[in-house]
């Protein structure tokens, strides 16, 4: 049997889903978090699935993440949907319960949030509406797992006792709302929904104040990259070097003692242990931006972002909901690209597709901190600040030209739903925090592994697989026939030529393998480094690892989510820009340290 | 009584829906958000720059551009 759950933007679906299945999904407090389908197993129920689809306002669908809806229900025929109701905003959301009553499905009702409607000193009578809608329905006030249970139940019952039959009248809009005012007004006492909006309204007179709106929003973003870069995520991060540098030298000195074969000893201190040691070094910094992106997605102040930035981001072609996929952006460009599916107008979405690679993504922090640190020692944090805003404007100056050289589209509009705010709570920032390391972790154990591996290869042996010396190994032999094409942007240095190389499989894999490669940690790395590049050769990899090629994940989701010819697209101009950008900065940062 | 477009009204100020002069699939989608002949809206705020604003209606607060609002048609309710 399959459950749909299906319902309003925003109506807690995917958090009765995770209840339902103890997954981990995605959770925020923003309509459109959710833009794809997602299937999970009843624990206990043997061929019982439920699926999380992505929210819609209605059955005739406006953007792409209610069209994946629609299909998934007219083409996999679910056994039951479960209709998600958000109580505080039981009108609108009602609408589309009267359209899923005509298509014949088996329906079942969960009336979620009920405790915020409670707090509100509001009243809905429920067997009232029971009736009213012909619908059972299944009171739920904070999804808790006997709730879900319940709901589960009914939902396995409701075929059998089902008897509805495919109603088409009615289908006038005016007259289901009218119809809907009229259930409002019997079942409903007080008003449900005002106290929390009144609370928001204060909250939002600051927040999207007419003078301080956009300062405010300035402020918020710098207080969020001053905090994870400079204050908690670097302490964290020293931490950790500390326990892995413990770890590695106790596996070293076993090694030692228990005398195992010198070349596998190798692959595994100089190659695994460096490769992945030095990627996961930086895993607190990264979490730390992921918690605070978190929070603002959780207490509603995203759709705030949307709605003050609009009207600047309108001016370059793009809407409101592109703020939310460029902050998105900072944390990974793939979901970032995934969520402009909320997006109406394809040509609004194209181009915010495409300024996503300048949001520098979290995977690019361990380099930029490895980097900074050899020529800004001091200022280390504003001038990784500084980096997210010179990718910014620069990804703003081409989305500028691209939106002149491209034809208007009448489709560009902007409509999205303020929900109010929420207190974050405490299980989903941490679940996020949690699945955002599980990831990374994965990550690290997968693709940086397979390549630290591949490079400890490539630079321990010859051609002929003989062991050698890493100026002679098969990789130098490579990376040397590489370097003249880099040469104009002042690096080098074969190994840093393998690093950008390598970085288009995952970001960090820069960082691992520049370790590998010098045969150091991510701590010493800096002073090795310095070595290898002048100031202006540094601060040019910098731009350039900032705009070149996105990394293979990203690009395989813009072909699936575009098409094969945009992602190629994408992926050579990026090189080009990262090029251009870097040839001119190397060459004017030279010609101002000869002048002085 | 005054009729006029959905943008000039003030913040704080109810209206209702006349009509929406729209041809597009922007229309539905404003019909489906509950938009439609005789609904009660009220103006919460414009955004810092002018634009788009933000109104309530049904219980819940919706923001769109004023360009959109400029097609719908409204009667002042004092
Ligand atoms: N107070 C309260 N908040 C809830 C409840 N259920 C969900 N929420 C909150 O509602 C917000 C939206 O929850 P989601 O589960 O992401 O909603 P969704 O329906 O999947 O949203 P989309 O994927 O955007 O369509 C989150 O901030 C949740 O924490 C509830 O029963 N009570
Ligand atoms: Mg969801």
Redesign the pocket.
């Known amino acids: 049997m399959i459950f749909a759950l299906v ?12 209840q339902i299945t103890n997954m981990n999904q ?10 794809d389908i997602k299937i999970g197993e009843v624990p206990n129920l043997i061929d019982c699935e439920v699926v ?1 689809l ?2 819609l306002y209605s059955l005739n669908t406006y953007t792409k993440e209610e069209v994946v809806t629609k299909k998934y229900i007219e083409q996999n025929k679910p056994d039951v949907l479960i209709n ?1 109701i ?1 109580a505080t905003n039981l009108e609108r959301n009602l609408y589309l319960t009267l359209q899923l009553k005509q298509l014949g499905i088996p329906t079942v009702i969960a009336l ?5 409607v409670e707090k509100n000193n509001g009243y809905i009578n429920i067997e009232k509406l029971e009736k009213k809608l012909d619908i059972p329905i299944v009171p ?4 808790t797992k006997k709730e879900v249970n319940n709901l589960i139940q009914i939902s396995c019952k409701i075929k059998e006792k089902y008897n509805h039959t495919k109603n088409t009248n009615k289908s006038d809009v005016t007259e289901k709302y009218k119809l809907i005012e009229e259930i409002c007004k019997d079942v409903c006492k007080n008003n449900i929904n005002e106290k929390s909006n009144n609370k928001t309204y204060k909250i939002d007179k600051l927040l999207t104040n007419k003078y301080l709106g956009i300062p405010i929003f300035i402020i918020i973003m710098y207080i969020i990259f001053y905090l994870t870069f400079n204050v908690i995520g670097d302490y964290l991060s020293n931490l950790i070097n500390v326990g892995i540098e413990v770890v590695s030298n106790f596996t070293d000195n076993l090694l030692i003692e228990h005398n195992v074969n010198e070349i596998i000893h190798s692959m595994i201190i100089d190659g695994i242990f460096i490769g992945i040691g030095s990627v996961v070094s930086f895993l607190p910094i990264i979490i730390t931006l992921y918690f605070f992106l978190s929070l603002l997605e ?1 207490s ?1 102040y995203m759709t705030r972002i949307a709605f003050i930035m609009d009207k600047p981001l309108s001016k370059i072609g793009l809407s409101g909901k592109s703020a939310v996929s460029i902050l998105l952006g900072f944390g990974c460009s793939v979901p970032a690209i995934l969520s402009t599916r909320t997006i109406q107008s394809e040509r609004e979405r194209k181009l915010t597709m495409k300024l996503i690679p300048f949001m520098s993504c979290s995977a690019k922090i361990p380099i930029y901190a490895v980097f900074v640190s050899i020529c800004f020692k001091k200022y280390a944090s504003l001038v990784m600040i500084l980096l997210y805003i010179i990718g910014a404007v620069i990804g703003i100056l081409i989305t500028a030209y691209l939106n002149r050289v491209t034809k208007k589209s009448k489709e560009d509009t902007f409509i999205l739903e303020l ?1 109010n705010y ?1 207190f ?2 405490f299980k ?1 920032t941490c679940l996020l925090m949690w699945n955002k390391s599980k990831e990374f972790i994965e990550k690290a154990f997968s693709i940086i592994f397979f390549s630290s591996m591949i490079i400890w290869f490539l630079k321990s042996f010859d051609e002929n697989l003989y062991l050698t010396s890493i100026e002679k190994s098969l990789l130098a032999k490579i990376g040397k026939k590489i370097t003249p094409i880099f040469i104009p942007l002042g690096f080098t240095d074969w190994r840093i030529i393998t690093s950008i190389i390598t970085g288009i499989s995952a970001k960090e894999a820069v960082i691992s393998t520049l370790s590998i490669l010098t045969n150091t940690n991510a701590q010493l790395l800096p002073i090795y480094l310095s070595k290898m590049l002048s100031i202006s050769s540094c601060i040019s990899f910098l731009i350039f690892i900032l705009l070149y090629t996105p990394c293979i994940a990203t690009i395989s989701t813009i072909k699936k989510e575009f098409s094969l010819r945009t992602s190629i697209k994408v992926a050579i101009n990026q090189f080009l820009i990262a090029y251009t950008i870097s040839f001119i900065v190397y060459n004017l940062s030279n010609l101002l340290f000869n002048f002085f | 009584m005054k009729i006029t477009s959905l943008d000039k009204i003030k913040d704080g100020q109810f209206c209702q829906v006349i009509k929406i002069n729209i041809d597009s699939e922007i229309k539905n989608r404003l019909l489906d958000m509950g938009i439609v002949t005789n609904t009660k809206i009220k103006m919460i705020k414009k955004a810092p720059l002018g634009d788009p604003i933000q109104i309530y209606l049904r219980g819940y607060n919706l923001s769109i551009r004023k360009s959109i609002a400029e097609k719908i048609q409204v009667e002042v309710i004092l």
């Open positions: 319902g309003n933007q925003n109506c807690g679906k995917t958090t009765i889903f995770n995605h959770i925020g407090n923003f309509p459109g978090v959710t833009v999380d992505p929210g998600v958000d979620n949030m009920l405790d915020e739920i006030t904070t999804v959780d509603g929900p929420r974050p709570t989903n």
